[in-house]
């Protein structure tokens, strides 16, 4: 699918486990009630079953939920195959329970639905599959096989064949209906905690390289003074030892060996120190930023003012924010990864607001999912190969992650087709490809000193 990509697992893969407290739990709850039912039912409503086999049955739910309280530790956690026997076996029970108590003619009936509700919710699809159709199979038997409903009088307690199909559909319905919704919810909520996930992970990243870009800018910037005296005494030195060839060989090297730390350090980090100056940028120099890591990859990538600076004001000084800089650089690698041959990058800000337009000349966005744009674990794209796609390294939850964090700055983004956005826009008419529009209120993003012009402050000790 152009300009969108996305992994996905399976929910309730493998690596998915459900703990035997939360289960040994549901099923005293289940005891209990089971419990209740049959001592209302033979004391206070006097009706006549097989109570010996009904306390019989519930007494197996009994002895296998204290056997697994004492057998299996208290952390244990079931596998995917432990927890779908657990609750077929539970199934089952409930089943034989029901066989005794009249079957579909019992309104506790619709119970059976209860276990593939939770199948639904820890299982994968097959085993919620099974335990649905083996509900729906159990379901039908108990319409014609089943102890039926006695009085202590001797009569017969049914409900007319009309309802009885009635209730058989009812459950028939609920299953397949619970079991799909329980699913679908339970899966997106899965998806969603692995996006945060990863959009965490990602914004911890960018932290740790800011802070370690501003750990090197700062020693760049405290070195360089002693730096500087090593060079200017070790030229002097040299100079002083023209008769001592050798000590001047030496006083060379100093000098050299000064130059090569001020290169390494340079190298590493961008010249300044761990104040201001590394915590803001102006708007332009931020947009180059986020771009830097594909500037290099075969495409043309290109910056625009399209701000009326005798109006709108001098480019705007904006916080380095590592969400906004890792967010911005997962929209201009999508854009690179599907674009032809040019990207572009305008940038336009007026009183209230600073925006900031990334667009392609590539395919852009099939429009049955422009309105999901954003949305974690997109499954399905349309095959491109990978030559398409130069450089393309597989963001997976590159859009969600940048909508996640620049959102959280304050920002409101719009997905579009150029194709659609440019039509009639003179000199916009190659930018046919995907459009993202990003934009903020200018105090959210703006540096509190617009001028650039507050003070420093004193140099910061490094503490070795």
């Given at each position: 699918m152009a300009q969108t990509h996305a992994t996905s697992q399976e929910?309730?893969?493998?690596?998915?486990?459900?703990?035997?407290?939360?289960?040994?739990?549901?099923?005293?709850?289940?005891?209990?009630?089971?419990?209740?039912?049959?001592?209302?039912?033979?004391?206070?409503?006097?009706?006549?079953?097989?109570?010996?086999?009904?306390?019989?049955?519930?007494?197996?739910?009994?002895?296998?939920?204290?056997?697994?309280?004492?057998?299996?530790?208290?952390?244990?956690?079931?596998?995917?195959r432990e927890t779908l026997l657990v609750v077929l076996f539970d199934m089952l029970q409930l089943s034989v329970l029901l066989y005794l108590t009249g079957g579909l003619h019992n309104p506790f009936s619709i119970l059976i639905v209860g276990p593939v509700t939770v199948s639904?919710?820890?299982?994968?699809?097959?085993?919620?599959?099974?335990?649905?159709?083996?509900?729906?199979?159990?379901?039908?038997?108990?319409?014609?096989?089943?102890?039926?409903?006695?009085?202590?009088?001797?009569?017969?307690?049914?409900?007319?064949?009309?309802?009885?199909?009635?209730?058989?559909?009812?459950?028939?319905?609920a299953v397949v209906f619970l079991g799909v919704y329980s699913r679908w919810i339970v899966s997106e909520m899965y998806a969603m905690s692995e996006a945060l996930q990863a959009t965490q992970m990602a914004l911890a990243r960018e932290q740790k390289l800011t802070d370690l870009g501003g750990v090197v800018a700062a020693a760049a910037h405290e070195l360089g003074t002693p730096l500087a005296t090593i060079k200017l005494t070790s030229a002097e030195l040299a100079e002083e030892l023209d008769d001592h060839p050798d000590l001047r060989d030496d006083a060379l090297l100093?000098?050299?060996?000064?130059?090569?730390?001020?290169?390494?350090?340079?190298?590493?980090?961008?010249?300044?120190?761990?104040?201001?100056?590394?915590?803001?940028?102006?708007?332009?120099?931020?947009?180059?930023?986020?771009?830097?890591?594909?500037?290099?990859?075969?495409?043309?990538?290109?910056?625009?003012?399209?701000?009326?600076?005798?109006h709108a004001g001098p480019q705007p000084?904006?916080?380095?924010?590592?969400?906004?800089?890792?967010?911005?650089?997962?929209?201009?690698?999508?854009?690179?990864?599907?674009?032809?041959?040019?990207?572009?990058?305008?940038?336009?800000?007026?009183?209230?607001?600073?925006?900031?337009?990334?667009?392609?000349?590539?395919?852009?966005?099939?429009?049955?999912?422009?309105?999901?744009?954003?949305?974690?674990?997109?499954?399905?794209?349309?095959?491109?190969?990978?030559?398409?796609?130069?450089g393309y390294e597989g963001m997976g939850l590159g859009l969600f992650i940048a909508k996640t964090l620049l959102e959280r700055s304050g920002a409101d983004l719009t997905f579009a087709n150029g194709s659609d956005s440019f039509r009639k826009r003179e000199g916009y008419s190659d930018r046919t490809g995907a459009f993202v529009e990003v934009s903020w209120p200018r105090s959210r993003l703006e540096s509190d000193d617009r001028q650039g012009r507050q003070s420093l402050g004193d140099n910061q000790l490094i503490e070795t």
């Amino acid at each position: 699918m152009a300009q969108t990509h996305a992994t996905s697992q399976e929910f309730g893969s493998g690596r998915q486990s459900v703990p035997l407290r939360t289960l040994i739990m549901l099923r005293w709850w289940a005891v209990i009630g089971q419990l209740a039912a049959l001592l209302v039912a033979q004391y206070v409503l006097g009706l006549s079953l097989a109570f010996g086999l009904c306390y019989f049955v519930v007494g197996l739910s009994i002895i296998s939920n204290v056997t697994a309280y004492f057998v299996f530790p208290e952390n244990k956690r079931l596998s995917q195959r432990e927890t779908l026997l657990v609750v077929l076996f539970d199934m089952l029970q409930l089943s034989v329970l029901l066989y005794l108590t009249g079957g579909l003619h019992n309104p506790f009936s619709i119970l059976i639905v209860g276990p593939v509700t939770v199948s639904a919710s820890a299982l994968t699809a097959g085993s919620t599959i099974f335990l649905g159709g083996t509900a729906i199979l159990i379901t039908s038997l108990l319409t014609r096989f089943y102890m039926p409903l006695t009085a202590q009088n001797g009569q017969l307690l049914f409900i007319p064949d009309l309802f009885l199909f009635g209730n058989w559909t009812a459950i028939l319905i609920a299953v397949v209906f619970l079991g799909v919704y329980s699913r679908w919810i339970v899966s997106e909520m899965y998806a969603m905690s692995e996006a945060l996930q990863a959009t965490q992970m990602a914004l911890a990243r960018e932290q740790k390289l800011t802070d370690l870009g501003g750990v090197v800018a700062a020693a760049a910037h405290e070195l360089g003074t002693p730096l500087a005296t090593i060079k200017l005494t070790s030229a002097e030195l040299a100079e002083e030892l023209d008769d001592h060839p050798d000590l001047r060989d030496d006083a060379l090297l100093i000098r050299e060996q000064a130059d090569r730390c001020r290169d390494i350090l340079r190298s590493m980090g961008r010249a300044g120190k761990d104040d201001l100056h590394l915590r803001r940028a102006p708007l332009s120099a931020l947009l180059e930023e986020a771009a830097e890591p594909h500037l290099h990859r075969g495409k043309d990538i290109r910056f625009e003012i399209v701000a009326d600076i005798a109006h709108a004001g001098p480019q705007p000084t904006v916080l380095r924010r590592p969400e906004i800089i890792h967010g911005l650089r997962n929209l201009i690698q999508n854009a690179v990864d599907f674009s032809r041959n040019s990207v572009w990058i305008d940038s336009e800000w007026s009183d209230t607001n600073i925006t900031v337009r990334i667009m392609d000349d590539g395919r852009g966005y099939p429009q049955q999912f422009l309105g999901r744009i954003g949305e974690p674990f997109i499954r399905r794209r349309a095959a491109r190969s990978d030559a398409q796609r130069p450089g393309y390294e597989g963001m997976g939850l590159g859009l969600f992650i940048a909508k996640t964090l620049l959102e959280r700055s304050g920002a409101d983004l719009t997905f579009a087709n150029g194709s659609d956005s440019f039509r009639k826009r003179e000199g916009y008419s190659d930018r046919t490809g995907a459009f993202v529009e990003v934009s903020w209120p200018r105090s959210r993003l703006e540096s509190d000193d617009r001028q650039g012009r507050q003070s420093l402050g004193d140099n910061q000790l490094i503490e070795t």
